[in-house]
């Protein structure tokens, strides 16, 4: 296999829509076994992703967010076979990845890399960072070895780092380097796809903006898809061409970027997109509140009959406690609601 990379991307980052997506989740659930209540008790699960579908088509970034809690990070790990899914499909480029055996797999990680959320617990203290990022190369027999410490090198200069660096360990580096070692591992092995699990959370606002037009540097370069997984919205928004809004495990809106941060259709939308601090949004643009989301989500080991968001929402009617909203296709949009806001 050779170093080369993949066709680039359009100028803007965002490759026109396949008609088959590179990665497709159909009906992604995952759930968590709990400690029994007695040893002749039957055994309860949380079940962390309830039936989720989702698609990232090649040279554009999908993002998913929501909450803590709201099965963001767990739906990415279960989607490249990190965490075990319990049913469902992930499709890749036609495959399904949930149903490969421990060899197919491996060859397939290849393609899909992640870039994990903490800089500081990602990288292994006591090796050099030169000898991380060839790691992958070696594991996956990436390239011919020879050739292997130029690509080091040659990765290091792709992510704003100097050759010379190679030979120091990760706390010899400040934050947002260390984000950048990561980020040239997950190139390493010239993969399709990267799970970007809430890559800039722990750094810096400024050094979040560096390592935000890094990142969309390399996918203009080599054409490459994120699923970006974050909890900021203002990041979202500068990043993402598609958007998965999560709320207790399910996907409650489904938007373009620009569809849903011009229109918000579900009430929780228009309540994240309120309590993000990064964003401007302006009464002059003709965006009027919807209201504070209070209370806590419901337990997911004891869900509610209707929809999981109604005892929070400021527009709950007695259909929305009775009756489970599906998602369903609204002007552009998708959402799961019996009340969506205007659009």
Do not use: W
């Not at 690509?151 to 792709?158: I, Q």
């Not at 120091?168 to 040239?184: C, D, E, N, V």
């Amino acid at each position: 296999m050779s170093f080369d990379g993949h066709p680039s991307a359009g100028p803007s980052g965002a490759a026109p829509l396949a008609e088959q997506p590179l990665l497709e989740a159909v009906g992604l659930s995952v759930r968590f076994p709990m400690p029994k209540k007695s040893p002749f008790a039957d055994r309860d699960y949380l079940h962390a992703v309830r039936g989720v579908n989702f698609k990232v088509h090649a040279g554009r970034t999908l993002g998913v967010v929501g909450e803590s809690g709201s099965g963001k990070t767990t739906t990415a790990m279960a989607a490249v076979r990190l965490t075990e899914a319990y049913d469902g499909a992930v499709m890749f480029e036609g495959r399904d990845v949930l149903k490969m055996g421990p060899e197919a797999l491996r060859k397939q990680r290849r393609d899909m890399q992640v870039i994990f959320q903490d800089p500081y617990s990602s990288l292994n203290p006591r090796d050099r960072v030169g000898a991380i990022v060839r790691e992958p190369l070696d594991l996956m027999d990436v390239g011919e070895r020879k050739d292997r410490a130029d690509r080091v090198k040659e990765l290091f200069s792709l992510v704003g780092l100097r050759p010379d660096q190679m030979a120091l360990f990760p706390h010899q580096f400040s934050g947002g380097q260390r984000q950048r070692i990561s980020i040239a591992r997950a190139l390493a092995t010239n993969p399709k796809l990267i799970v970007c699990d809430e890559p800039v959370s722990a750094l810096d606002v400024a050094i979040q903006a560096q390592v935000l037009n890094l990142l969309r540097r390399l996918q203009d370069q080599f054409g490459l898809s994120y699923l970006f997984i974050s909890h900021d919205l203002g990041v979202v928004q500068f990043i993402c061409d598609d958007i998965a809004v999560m709320y207790l495990g399910e996907i409650v809106e489904y938007a373009d970027r620009p569809t849903l941060f011009a229109a918000p259709r579900h009430p929780y939308t228009a309540a994240l997109l309120d309590a993000a601090p990064s964003l401007a949004r302006r009464k002059s643009a003709g965006y009027s509140r919807a209201g504070a989301v209070k209370g806590d989500p419901p337990s997911p080991m004891n869900l509610p009959k209707g929809c999981a968001f109604a005892g929070r929402c400021p527009r709950a009617q007695p259909r929305c406690k009775d009756e489970k909203p599906m998602l369903r296709p609204l002007e552009g949009a998708k959402v799961a609601c019996h009340f969506p806001l205007e659009g």
